[in-house]
């Protein structure tokens, strides 16, 4: 069965500075990726996702995430990063073929002016 | 506009009070889902529907019930709600139970059991 670790729980920066939020999964087949966000009081919305192809993946907002899939790793990356990026973030997996998909703990991300 | 709708957005309620959260969407979706979500545990998935009298369990079903009589509607029921139910519930639907779909979210149900 397929798993998701995010390894930060919360991860504070300042505005304009860079940030990753990462994640690592487990899985014994071949995975779908995913990255939601969810904003304060708000249901999750899709940012990016990976299914095959090019390893990196554009999202929405400036966002990207690179699929390692040696290190089993989705890592979430932001150049420059606003106040309007502070939210909980959570990164999911997927196995081919599967209906199910396994969600990260999630990283709340701070943004300090 | 496309959207996940989930009613009510909060409520309060005592043990044993069966109660029944609605979720609907309005994009023709085959694919429904119940999640709970609680504090450093991320979501996790309580039922899943692949479409009309199709339902299945997902991680945490014990305590929840779930129907799928129409393909827009897809109610979360607690029949006799614990104190261990206290949580954020949200409903989720995509196109298909195809595992690269996106899902999309309604805005949650904040659920509290006295």
């Known amino acids: 069965a397929q798993s998701v670790t995010q390894l930060d729980s919360q991860v504070p920066v300042f505005e304009e500075a860079p940030v990753e939020l990462r994640c690592n999964y487990s899985?014994?087949?071949?995975?779908?990726l995913f990255w939601y966000v969810q904003y304060p009081n708000q249901g999750l919305q899709l940012l990016l996702k990976?299914?095959?192809?090019?390893?990196l993946v554009k999202g929405i907002n400036g966002f990207e995430a690179e699929f390692n899939k040696s290190q089993t790793s989705f890592h979430l990356r932001k150049p420059s990063v606003h106040i309007s990026d502070t939210a909980e973030y959570f990164c999911a997996v997927s196995e081919w073929g599967a209906q199910k998909l396994v969600f990260g703990q999630g990283t709340r991300l701070t943004i300090n002016p | 506009e496309a959207q996940v709708t989930q009613n009510p957005r909060y409520l309060i309620t005592v043990t044993g009070k069966k109660l029944t959260v609605t979720c609907s969407q309005n994009?023709?979706?085959?694919?429904m889902s119940w999640y709970r979500q609680d504090p450093g545990l991320g979501l996790r998935q309580i039922y899943y529907?692949?479409?009309?009298?199709?339902?299945d369990k997902g991680d945490v079903p014990e305590g929840y019930k779930v129907s799928r009589k129409e393909k827009r509607n897809f109610p979360l029921i607690l029949e006799s709600p614990s104190p261990n139910q206290t949580s954020l519930y949200f409903c989720?639907?995509?196109?298909?139970?195809?595992?690269?779909?996106?899902?999309?979210f309604g805005p949650g149900t904040r659920l509290t059991v006295l």
């Open positions: 990976y299914l095959s192809g090019s390893t």
């Open positions: 899985s014994s087949v071949s995975v779908y």
């Open positions: 529907s692949m479409n009309v009298e199709v339902t």
């Open positions: 994009m023709n979706h085959e694919y």
């Open positions: 989720a639907s995509s196109f298909s139970g195809s595992g690269g779909d996106t899902q999309y």
